[in-house]
């Protein structure tokens, strides 16, 4: 899974030493010519607001400052209670379809982008599509495959989050010349995966984790063993000690310190993983477009743009000036629109043959995203030369 896909969205895998030799050995030569890869994604602000999770934060530190855990229990007059409730609607609003919507769509602009991507990504352009539109119609036809499709993809969507800024803080050690070796990779994947295994393993063994309903459809709860939920809390506390003792060895060692920009990353997603209750709730509508989707599209745009070619003179750190040129607007287009015609048309058209919208967008997002999924972790490869270069340009 995640060392041979060192994934944007991703589970990686634990061949890949090749791919990652060759970026440290251009990242030697880098080195002694004096030019190093610029150091951000986008550029400080925009990196720090929606790829570190800042936006995120932002809106949460927000929305609880004005409500705080109960919003039953809010102070305010009701007019400056209703002015901020539809602020923060309008953002996750907003957000949902600029960021989060779109994001799942950016996937397919890299498989079906050009003849020679529809041809190496074959598999995910002409027969992964038909398994989920066939799980789709299962989970449209019947309530309970719909609840089952509707389950995994609670615990499946973490392990997606955890894959993906796991391969961004990679690329941000890349970028600010932090190598790792074998075994501090290895671990470094692994306490993320430890991670992924708690939430996980939290939701099938504990109720409480573990929603009745999504969205007014009704979801299993398989009620595993609880010794696989202890085992998972000996895994994390083990993994976090280990990573930590890499990481101070190699201070120890090289006088080198983790980057922050990929601290920060995996940081928000440890938050998100282990927040509970109404910190949950909230980290849910705020993060999947501020932080996830935002992130995901912040990757994907600049691999487009940077494909395509910079003009002339043009330096990787003014890449945010072509985010507002005809080519990434035409590009932003495209993945909104399809965004909104995938999880707001085709639900209120469902409507007509009497499903519920809430029915078609819950199965619609888990069928789309189970090929997100699985696509993502094969189409960004830093084993890839061509990939490999754009990404740590």
Same mark, same amino acid.
């Given at each position: 899974m995640v060392s041979t896909t060192i994934p944007i969205s991703g589970s990686g895998s634990n061949s890949g030493s090749d791919g990652i030799a060759k970026i440290e050995a251009t990242a030697q030569v880098t080195d002694s010519a004096k030019v190093k890869p610029y150091a951000w994604i986008v550029n400080p602000w925009f990196d720090t607001l929606f790829v570190f999770g800042g936006a995120l934060w932002l809106l949460f530190g927000f929305h609880y400052f004005v409500f705080g855990w109960n919003p039953s229990d809010m102070q305010l007059p009701w007019r400056g209670a209703y002015a901020v409730s539809t602020f923060l609607l309008i953002m996750s609003t907003f957000g949902q379809h600029l960021f989060a919507d779109s994001h799942t769509v950016s996937t397919y602009m890299r498989i079906y982008a050009t003849p020679e991507s529809r041809k190496t990504f074959k598999l995910y352009a002409y027969y992964l599509p038909w398994c989920s539109l066939a799980l789709w119609t299962l989970a449209l036809c019947f309530r309970e495959a719909a609840g089952m499709v509707i389950y995994i993809h609670l615990?499946?969507?973490?392990?997606?989050?955890?894959?993906?800024?796991?391969?961004?803080? &990679?690329?941000?050690?890349?970028?600010?010349?932090?190598?790792? @070796?074998? #075994?501090?990779?290895?671990?470094?994947?692994?306490?993320?995966?430890s991670l992924s295994y708690f939430v996980i393993i939290r939701i099938l063994t504990q109720r409480d984790f573990s929603p009745y309903f999504y969205y007014g459809v009704e979801v299993p709860f398989w009620g595993l063993p609880i010794w696989l939920y202890k085992l998972g809390e000996v895994f994390l506390t083990t993994?976090?000690?280990?990573?930590?003792?890499?990481?101070?060895?190699?201070?120890?060692?090289?006088k080198k310190f983790i980057p922050l920009p990929a601290l920060a990353v995996v940081?928000?997603?440890?938050?998100?993983? &282990? *927040?509970?209750?109404?910190? *949950?709730?909230?980290?849910?509508?705020?993060?999947?477009?501020?932080?996830?989707? @935002?992130?995901?599209?912040?990757?994907?745009?600049?691999?487009?743009?940077?494909e395509k070619g910079l003009p002339e003179g043009m330096i990787p750190k003014e890449i945010f000036v072509n985010w507002f040129k005809p080519r990434a607007i035409k590009y932003w287009a495209y993945v909104i629109m399809a965004g909104m015609f995938i999880?707001?048309?085709?639900?209120?058209?469902?409507?007509? #043959?009497?499903?519920?919208?809430? &029915?078609?967008? *819950?199965?619609?997002?888990?069928?789309?995203?189970?090929?997100?999924?699985?696509?993502?972790?094969?189409?960004?490869r830093l084993r890839d030369p061509k990939c490999r270069d754009v990404l740590i340009a």
């Open positions: 615990m499946w969507v973490f392990q997606h989050y955890v894959g993906q800024c796991y391969g961004i803080a &990679l690329i941000y050690c890349y970028k600010q010349n932090y190598f790792m @070796s074998k #075994f501090e990779r290895e671990t470094f994947r692994w306490w993320m995966h993994m976090c000690i280990l990573f930590a003792a890499c990481l101070l060895r190699k201070y120890h060692r090289e940081g928000t997603v440890w938050l998100i993983g &282990l *927040s509970t209750g109404m910190a *949950s709730a909230m980290v849910w509508v705020y993060g999947p477009p501020f932080f996830h989707g @935002s992130q995901y599209l912040a990757v994907s745009l600049g691999y487009y743009i940077k999880y707001v048309f085709l639900p209120h058209f469902l409507m007509y #043959f009497g499903l519920s919208f809430a &029915l078609g967008a *819950s199965t619609i997002q888990a069928c789309i995203n189970f090929h997100h999924f699985v696509s993502d972790a094969a189409i960004w």
